[in-house]
Structure formats: structure tokens, C-alpha cells
């Protein structure tokens, strides 16, 4: 079992950042991708990014240049920092990993762009 706890949503004006943070009950040494997603209203869960053990990312077009996922193993901890945020990333926020076969989903923090 792995437990998922994120933090850092809130509310934030557009042009605003923030940084969210994902930490893990498991040791991040032995976990080779982990990833953020998110879910907008009226939306489907969307990949945003992800990060390999040897710190190679992906990103979604739509947050490419304004988002950086990275990670500090010795913290087990992720994190996203989102920059420029616009109103369209407006979304719950969900980190995940896949450890042992199976997928593991934190509860998801809230980040609400106004205009």
C-alpha cells in the first residue's frame, strides 16, 4: 500500500503560481514514474505531467513551458510548480504513482484560477 497526501492548491489570480506537493508513505527510491493529473469541471481526468526515477519528464501541451514537475526522493515528495496559471487550469489535482502492479491516487487538492 502507498499513501498519497497532496498539498499547495487554493485560489490564485490568473498570471499567479503555485506549488503543489505530493508526498508518499513509501520511499520514492523504488518507484520509477509518478505523475500529476487533473480533473476540471465538467471535465475527464487529463494527464499534465510526469517524472521518471531518473528525473526524465512529460509534459501535456497545455502546460508545457509554464509548469516543472520534479521530485526529492529523499523526501519522497513531488512536486508541481505552475507558473502563468490561466483560468482553463482551473482543477482538482491528483498525484499518482504505480508501485507493485498497482495504481495509487492521492485525494487531490483544489486550484482555483481567477480572472
Known amino acids: 500500500q502507498v499513501q498519497l497526501v497532496e498539498s499547495g492548491g487554493g485560489l490564485v489570480q490568473a498570471g499567479g503560481s503555485l506549488r503543489l506537493s505530493c508526498a508518499a508513505s513509501r520511499s520514492m527510491f523504488i518507484i520509477n514514474r509518478v505523475g500529476w493529473y487533473r480533473q476540471g469541471p465538467g471535465k475527464e481526468r487529463e494527464l499534465v505531467a510526469t517524472?521518471?526515477?531518473?528525473?526524465?519528464?512529460n509534459y501535456a501541451d497545455s502546460v508545457k513551458g509554464r509548469f516543472t514537475i520534479s521530485r526529492d526522493n529523499a523526501k519522497n515528495t513531488v512536486y508541481l510548480q505552475m507558473n502563468s496559471l490561466k483560468l482553463e487550469d482551473t482543477a482538482v489535482y491528483y498525484c499518482?504513482?504505480?508501485?507493485?502492479?498497482?495504481?495509487?491516487w492521492g485525494q487531490g487538492t483544489q486550484v482555483t484560477v481567477s480572472s
Open positions: 517524472i521518471a526515477l531518473g528525473s526524465s519528464t
Open positions: 499518482t504513482l504505480r508501485w507493485a502492479g498497482s495504481d495509487y
